[in-house]
């Protein structure tokens, strides 16, 4: 497994960005796929964004799409999360995950699949 460490998150005015960093140690990172999972206060966890281990293939929910933008740098072994256009129904404690499996064969967007997960940071979004 690898650790991983959120951060980025906060309080912002609908319409606002944020920009989410999950940092990654342990493992050799590029291995990994690594993904975006948010949850809100009653509700199950949610699939937000996924990137390949090198970055040609990301997936987005759709409630997300047009607004959200993932992203890794290898080098520096961390995962990005570009929020744009917020809105109040964004607001959850998002998680990273991530998982050594293939793209290909890994089905992004359920939490089961994921071996390893971040502690997770709170983004509050007002209205």
């Known amino acids: 497994q690898v650790q991983l460490v959120e951060s980025g998150g906060g309080l912002v005015q609908a319409g606002g960005s944020l920009r989410l960093a999950c940092a990654a140690s342990?493992?050799?990172?590029?291995?990994?796929?690594m993904a975006w999972f948010r949850q809100a206060p009653g509700k199950a966890r949610e699939f937000v964004a996924a990137i390949s281990w090198g970055g040609g293939r990301a997936d987005y929910a759709d409630s997300v799409k047009g607004r959200f933008s993932i992203s890794r740098d290898n080098a520096k072994t961390t995962m990005f999360l570009q929020m744009n256009s917020l809105k109040p129904e964004d607001t959850a404690v998002y998680y990273c995950?991530?998982?050594?499996?293939?793209?290909?064969?890994?089905?992004?967007?359920?939490?089961?699949?994921?071996?390893?997960w971040g502690q997770g940071t709170q983004v509050t979004v007002s209205s």
């Open positions: 995950a991530a998982d050594h499996r293939p793209y290909s064969t890994l089905s992004v967007t359920r939490a089961g699949n994921f071996d390893s």
């Open positions: 342990g493992r050799t990172f590029t291995n990994y796929v």
